[in-house]
């Protein structure tokens, strides 16, 4: 069965750095763009970032641009998300997914998706 498990989450200072990663199983990871996406409280769906399978073409949100970094490690099944000047505002549950295709803004085409972990960025 597909699975994208996500790890790295809890609670960070204003200005502090966390790394996500997420654990695919179950399809073939090295054809997908693999995106992160992220709900904050009361707000809708923000795709944040997103990797192509194989030529390292990235694409990023404008809010996150400059200090998040999206990764991934095809021999691993596993794709990352640095996120360094952390903000109040990036605090949400990010999801990871994948897609065999560019697309943004559309759940329900996206192919596959975690369940989500939290990041919190607080003082």
């Known amino acids: 069965q597909v699975q994208l498990v996500e790890s790295g989450g809890g609670l960070v200072q204003p200005g502090g750095s966390l790394r996500l990663s997420c654990a695919a199983s179950?399809?073939?990871?090295?054809?997908?763009?693999m995106y992160w996406v992220r709900q904050a409280p009361g707000k809708g769906l923000e795709w944040v970032s997103a990797v192509h399978a194989g030529n390292g073409v990235t694409y990023y949100t404008d809010p996150v641009k400059g200090r998040f970094t999206i990764s991934r490690d095809n021999a691993k099944n596993t794709v990352y998300l640095q996120m360094n000047s952390l903000k109040p505002e990036d605090t949400a549950v990010y999801y990871c997914a994948a897609d065999r295709q560019f697309r943004l803004g559309s759940r329900t085409a996206t192919d596959y998706w975690g369940q989500g972990i939290q990041v919190t960025v607080s003082s």
């Open positions: 179950g399809f073939t990871f090295s054809i997908y763009w």
